[in-house]
């Protein structure tokens, strides 16, 4: 298919198609695997989960069975099929158009200098504060951590890829043997001193804990596709990604179910926070490694700290990709954030964008009152709530993608009829929808339910003052996106020469 063949209003612009030529091909399958790892397995949310007791096992496993088989076979059959740069923009815009893509991207991208400004780095902070050397919430210390760390995860993403992927390389890396430590740690604790008495009642799913949970689940197992932003960068995308998807989708479900498992089974639910739930579990653990103990967590703390400015230098190395083609192809202001620097092949102008953003966002997280345990639940619902609302476009994107264009070349295809893809995507859609409405208006589906819900023991801060920031924020997100829109009228007006499409070819791949 060439371009005179795609859908009305669909067709690259000029600029996207200039600017492709900038990228360089520097991932093969292993990179594409370690910076899937370092962006979607979310170390810093696994206290929150399991702060809702035994059940969050529960339903973690039914929602790797539920949710993300068919969510991974989806996005492994669009991913490998439709490889351009630009990911989910590309995938929605072939399917509903331009304008529902530029929203559903500028969710996607504005989730990740939200996270990493509002949450990710007040949970380094904390982490660094309690375990390697006190900094004074509220300090100049306080601020220029949190500083250091947005604007090192800027820089990952502003140098070429061929460098700046060992970054969350290493960090992906680190992660896992983080995770698998602890784990050992925890079972040689548990033969010395016993584990928490759980029976299978402590593992009962219930309504309440339902409706809790599965926000923060979605959005942990969410994101296995997000490589393909950088689709144009990668040597072999058609047969990588597939392979990717499905092994970074094990990992992932291994990386949440043990770790959370050995959580409930040493610390007091009482005692799980946000924050300092995962850490919390390792201090006790860490017991075993008697006056060496101290050290063994300031270690682990600092590989901890190491582990969460990857993960967010992935996330900008994927997202800002994917904003910076959707500015290329007129659906972000004029084209001034659709550039990629010509030699190191990145877009540092959204890249800075997005520090700018996480600043932002951390001077504002900074004003709220409340324990830091109560910020980091309200930033993360709100990020939450952006980066869900994106799959309630791009879930059915992909599944449209399927009847839309039967004829391009699937190196992997879901072995189900269409029917049955659009019923993977339906059961999909459906966690999203419900984790959104939770995620946006906690505790409204608990009274409908007539189950008892304390906003304020539960969030921190008041109802009003949580749906201000949560509604004021997308509401200004919304207004960003429409805006943005209106002024890339003049780049969507300059249309590409037509060229063939690669990735609408039906054929064999190499």
Known sequence: MDQSAAPTGTAQTQLAQEQSNHLQKSLGRFDILLLVVAAVISVEVLGQVSGFGGETFTWTLILAVTFMVPYGLIFAETGGAFTEEGGVYVWTKMAFGRVVAAITSLFTWVTQPVWVGGAMAFVAVETWSEYVGHVEAGSLGDYLFKLVFIWITVTSAIISLKHGKWLPSLGAILKVLFL????????????????????????????????????????????????????????????????????????????????????????????????????????????????????????????????????????????????????????????????????????????????????????AAMQLTGTSSALFGVVLSIAISTFLLSYLFAVPAAVRLRSKYPDVDRPFKVPVSDAGFRLLGIICFAWILVGSWVAIFPGTLDVLFGLQYDFEGTWGVSQIAFEAFALGTLACILALGLVGYARGKKVRDAAAPVREAPELVKGPRS
């Open 180 to 363: 698998t430590f602890f784990i050992i740690v925890t079972l040689v604790y548990g033969l010395q001193h016993g584990f928490n008495g759980l029976d299978l009642g402590f593992f009962s799913p219930t309504l309440a804990g339902f409706l809790g949970v599965t926000p923060l689940l979605l959005f942990s197992f969410l994101g296995f596709e997000s490589g393909n932003s950088a689709a144009g960068e990668m040597k072999n995308p058609a047969k990588d990604v597939p392979i990717s998807v499905a092994r970074s989708s094990m990992i992932a479900a291994a990386s949440y179910l043990l770790p959370v498992l050995a959580i409930l089974l040493v610390v007091p639910l009482d005692q799980i926070t946000g924050i300092g739930g995962l850490f919390g579990a390792v201090s006790t653990v860490y017991a075993v490694f008697g006056p060496a103990a101290d050290a063994m967590l300031a270690i682990s703390a600092v590989v901890f700290c190491f582990v969460l400015v990857s993960q967010g230098a992935a996330w900008m190395i994927i997202s800002d990709r994917m904003q910076a083609m959707a500015a290329a192809d007129g659906s972000f202001f004029g084209g001034f954030f659709g550039r990629f620097h010509p030699k190191l092949g990145t877009p540092i102008r959204v890249n800075t964008l997005s520090g700018v953003v996480a600043t932002l966002f951390m001077l």
